[in-house]
């Protein structure tokens, strides 16, 4: 069985919202490729477009638009998605997924680029912290 997490995020608000996809919805992202735009109404969101901007596979390895095809190379990087170099001039030998979306996937992250009638707050109503945790978020912030 396919199970995703889809990370939407609103460019207007510039918040991002957790979509668990099964079965249905998710098999309708397996196959597709970064940079792919399509409807997300099998996510819950009608009338709503996605564009596929990367995504992780089950041991945090992250995909890269440039690679073609599906599963997992070792790629000398210089920089870009999977690598941040810290001196000049720094390459590494690192874990690279291709750009296809396959079964061992387990996160997506996407941008929405057509809206819906209804506002994305509508559809996820906001979560509301417990008192205790907002009595140690205040603390955290006495503290600093």
């Known amino acids: 069985m396919v199970e995703l997490k889809v990370v939407v995020s609103d460019p207007k ?12 919805a998710a098999g309708s992202i397996v196959g597709k490729k970064i940079g792919d735009e399509l409807d997300a109404g099998p996510l819950g969101l009608a009338g709503y477009k996605i564009l596929i901007t990367g995504g992780t ?6 995909a890269r638009k440039s690679l073609p095809g599906a599963g997992r190379r070792r790629l000398l990087l210089a920089e870009g998605v999977g690598f ?3 001196m ?6 690192k874990m690279i997924r291709a ?3 396959t079964l061992e996937f387990v996160q997506v992250n996407a941008r929405v680029t ?4 209804k506002t994305l707050d509508e559809i996820f109503p906001k ?3 417990a008192e205790g945790e907002e009595k ?7 503290r600093k």
């Open 136 to 142: 140690k978020a205040k603390e955290r912030k006495v």
């Open 13 to 24: 608000t510039g918040r991002a919202y957790n979509v668990d996809a099964s079965t249905g």
């Open 127 to 129: 979560v509301e912290k």
């Open 57 to 62: 596979d089950q041991t945090g390895i992250p």
């Open 114 to 117: 057509a809206y819906g009638e």
């Open 84 to 86: 941040h170099p810290v």
């Open 88 to 93: 000049e001039g720094e390459r590494k030998r």
């Open 99 to 101: 750009n296809e979306i």
